[in-house]
């Protein structure tokens, strides 16, 4: 599949993040000549937090990894996933699998099941030929090595087109905090409390508690704002392991949130470029709602609209069709006090498209990659802002025939 | 553009209701070299009912059309419709064109303006060239006929490939009544009270408000319960105009009740079938949910996954996404007592794929035009049926382009 035309130029240099060790492999899951396993192991006493989808039909490694957090943090601990098929909606084989998978990687490395967190991603409902898996997890448990994060963003990648990384290095007090986080999602984005697969990693020593809050309320800001198809999975799958070595506590430091919030956006927005098909990637805020609640729901009305979508890939500045989706939002909202943007071009208002507006200006903003669609509601305080991609004909060919 | 593959073989013969007239003629509003305007004169003594988009951004004609319903029956009535132009977010401008058109209906006919009921359709934002309407109004006015019903039916059409008609007779205390509808309706179809553009008539005799709230329970069960791509118009009108010629009253006749019902969900699966880009019609019928409500909460959470629609479009038999739409849908549900099936093919059960199910037996089923996927959640005694189409590269060719 050709690369996405969104791509950063290349996967970025990720800082190494002590404690934190990797290995990858290709196991043939279901991808023949590509990685699809990769191992991490995490040093006694970090603090891993996770969230993860709210769908009811959650795959098994979901369910056993909501189960594990929050334990002790005096042993080691360790993350599996494999792409290729998601372990999701397969019965009791399906928890067999993660038990399997669970002993295998406590046989070979000495952490203890209760401290292994596993994923799978790709297809749903087939049973996992876990033994493909754990015939190389003893290889992994060999090859871990601090500088093996690239291979591992690589093996967990489905439809993506690239491998998402991102990384920030903070001062505090003094002192050099890293963050260091993969991704992988193209397709059945639309993240609720959690996304896709997403491990971050800092050497930040913080509380599992107080990092747990952290994970959530940034959740909230970034991956809970995004969306390519309005379709959430069921794997959902977003963690983060601070290992403490850097031994600077973050504990409520400003510094450090807005370091990671940093990460988090940038991994979100590397999922949203990378869309199934997309060709443009754009931004929707949305300021004077009533609330910021009713604010995001009027930016993901915009965004899920496959009308808004077709109109962007077609570049084509159908602002009427952005009218629509904030009509049908069910956020408050009053024709005449709307005004709406594309860019800096002021296209409606008072319940009217703009005396100042020349179609020939609004198409010729659409051209462009990158697309930022303001809608002021006029009536409160209340602001969003969610990110999505266009729909075109590359999303319709990619999902038409991805099982077959 | 080519005629929906699943479109009626031609446009059904439609009974002539006493007291009711109609007229049609091409004002140029916007399309070329087709009928585009529509008036219908209601004989006085008609009981009109209305039900409308919820759509915060709804057009000058519907919020006009709102203010008139519940009025006095002791005129005649009218009903004026062009298509190419939705008369939607033009502010003030919108509404003179409606008081214009208004007037000069009233000006040809003598039925007072509180009578005249307006709609247009077609693209939002642009000033209505109401002047050409105006124009054609006289002709229009002279040209009313008993028999003009299928002209009618193509004059408000717009991204529709064919026009809709439906009809039932049904004899109630040894007396025949008819009933007679129109609609249109292919792209920005997730109705929300109301639909599109649907226009029902009968000879029923009824009073005004039990028609209203007859008309509000049966769009419930009908209208409300399609999509085409969730996204809702700032134009949905539906009326019905009971001229009581018959002199039967229906008044809480269940006869009448159920031909009525037949009317709307035959103008509606019709809507479904010229669903824009539409190569299948699906019916999404969910059981054992905890109530109605979650039953059409997790239908339309199928119906509307692009990810089920582009699988079905590519004749996939993939049960996964269907898993998947269930999960993301709010609604209570246990994956492990879910089933699914196609048409009389079980597919999934207890959690995971059923032991006799065939994907070559699967994909077979697929094949059809005309798709039946029932899922019961085994947790209650809710039921609920919602209709869709699929998705495919004719929606994006369309809605890419369409204003342009």
């Known amino acids: 599949m050709a690369i996405s035309p969104l791509a950063p130029d290349a996967f970025p240099k990720l800082p190494q993040i002590d404690g934190v060790r990797f290995a990858s492999g290709a196991a043939g899951v279901k991808y023949k000549d590509r990685k699809d ?3 991490v192991e995490l040093a006694t006493g970090t603090s891993i937090a996770g969230v993860f989808t709210r769908s009811s039909t959650r795959s098994s490694p979901v369910l056993d990894c909501q189960s594990k957090l929050g334990g002790s943090s005096d042993d080691r601990a360790a993350i599996l996933v494999n792409s290729g098929n ?6 009791s084989a399906g928890e067999k699998s993660v038990e399997a998978i669970c002993g295998t990687v406590e046989d070979a490395t000495g952490i203890p099941k209760s401290r292994i967190f596993t994923a799978s991603t790709g297809v749903i409902g087939e049973r996992l030929p876990h033994d493909k898996i754990t015939d190389k997890i003893s290889d992994l448990a060999t090859d871990l090595s601090a500088f093996g994060i690239e291979g591992a963003a690589n093996a967990i990648m489905t439809t993506d087109t690239f491998a998402k990384g991102a990384s920030a290095e903070v001062l505090i007090d003094g002192e050099v905090v890293k963050i260091a986080g993969i991704a992988k999602g193209s397709g059945m984005i639309a993240p609720d409390m959690a996304t896709m697969l997403v491990y971050i990693f800092t ?12 994970l959530g ?3 909230d800001q970034t991956f809970n704002c995004i969306t390519v ?19 600077v ?8 949130t807005q370091a990671l919030h940093g990460v988090m956006l940038d991994l979100a927005h590397q999922v949203v470029r990378d869309g199934e098909g997309a060709t443009k990637f754009v931004e929707v805020k949305v300021t004077g709602a009533v609330s910021d609640v ?28 952005i009218v629509m989706a904030v009509g049908k939002s069910g956020a408050q909202a009053d024709r005449d006090l709307l005004s709406i943007k594309f860019g800096d071009v002021l296209v409606a ?24 669609i303001t809608v002021d509601l006029g009536i409160g305080g209340g602001i969003g802002t969610v990110w999505t991609c266009d729909l075109t004909h590359g999303y319709i060919s990619i999902n038409a025939d991805y099982r077959s």
Chains 1, 2 share one sequence.
């Open 37 to 39: 396993v990769m191992l």
């Open 86 to 91: 998601s372990n999701a909606f397969t019965g």
């Open 203 to 214: 050497d930040a020593k913080i509380e599992q508690p107080a990092l747990q809050a952290l």
């Open 217 to 219: 309320a940034l959740t």
């Open 229 to 247: 198809d309005s379709d959430t999975s069921t794997s959902d799958t977003l963690m983060i392991a601070a290992t403490g070595a850097s031994g």
């Open 249 to 256: 506590d973050v504990t409520d430091s400003a510094g450090f």
């Open 294 to 321: 009713e604010a995001r729901q009027v930016g993901l009305s915009i965004a899920n609209s496959p009308l808004v979508k077709t109109a962007i890939a077609g570049e084509d500045p159908n602002w009427g069709r």
């Open 349 to 372: 208002e008072n319940g009217w498209v703009s005396p100042n507006y020349s179609e020939e200006v609004g198409a010729e903003y659409m051209k462009q990659q990158d697309i930022l």
